[in-house]
């Protein structure tokens, strides 16, 4: 089977532009969670969306945004790009959970830099 | 705030020998309990989970939890060089998808 593809793997904006980004999660999973990865706050959730609606929501600014399509591929989008969104950006897909809650699996990644 | 706590390193330990990494938690919601391995560079590959108290063991991997004094730890046999990575401690509440990651352990093991 295969694993959560991102797309692109590495991105360069400049600031003031915007950033989308792609992600296929496994097959037959139907949740997509997105998460900053910058090596002073560590890995810090963004938002989740299952079926379609955005379940839950990180501490982040509004200018962080998300959807996901009827086929649980999910984008997310960062407008007026700030220095300090350079980061890896990391999807992961889980099924639906039980009551503890599902593994998630991580994608590789988009490497997004903003000079 | 929900916090996740560990220690950063670096831990070195000889190849052979155990590695014993820790994590505890702010959140006594906490239900689901995660292990992930990290090498640079790469993305978090999942190792472990656990949701019960006690052990939970998978080849050279082991899982320990304990929800009364909010601590889980993780204990790798027979370190071998390949497990020299940043090992995240990662948890959930109920069925939430949200997963609060501690800041990571770096282990190195010695040839």
């Known amino acids: 089977k295969a694993g959560v593809t991102q797309t692109p793997r590495y991105l360069i904006k400049t600031r003031g532009q915007q950033v989308t980004l792609s992600c296929s999660p496994i097959?037959?999973?139907?949740?997509v969670s997105w998460y900053q990865q910058t090596p002073g706050q560590g890995l810090q959730f963004l938002f989740e969306?299952?079926?379609?609606?955005?379940?839950n929501k990180g501490n982040f600014p509004g200018r962080f945004s998300g959807r996901q399509f009827s086929n649980s591929r999910s984008e997310m989008n960062v407008s007026t790009l700030e220095l300090g969104d350079s980061a890896l950006y990391l999807c992961?897909?889980?099924?639906?959970?039980?009551?503890?809650?599902?593994?998630?699996?991580f994608g590789p990644g988009t490497r997004l830099t903003v000079l | 705030q929900k916090e996740v706590e560990q220690n950063s390193g670096p831990l070195s330990v000889p190849e052979g020998a155990i590695a014993s990494l820790n994590c505890t938690y702010s959140?006594?919601?906490?239900?689901?309990f995660f292990w992930y391995r990290q090498y640079s560079g790469k993305s978090p590959e999942l190792i472990m989970f656990?949701?019960?108290?006690g052990d939970k063991e998978d080849g050279r991997f082991t899982a320990q939890l304990n929800k009364a004094s909010q601590y889980v730890s993780l204990l790798i046999r027979d370190s071998q060089p390949s497990d020299s990575a940043t090992y995240l401690c990662?948890?959930?509440?109920?069925?939430?998808?949200?997963?609060?990651f501690g800041s990571g352990t770096q282990l190195t093991v010695l040839p």
């Open positions: 097959s037959g999973h139907r949740s």
């Open positions: 969306y299952f079926s379609e609606t955005q379940r």
């Open positions: 656990i949701y019960s108290n």
């Open positions: 992961a897909s889980s099924s639906t959970p039980g009551l503890a809650g599902g593994e998630q699996f």
């Open positions: 959140d006594r919601g906490s239900q689901s």
């Open positions: 990662a948890v959930s509440s109920g069925s939430a998808r949200q997963l609060t």
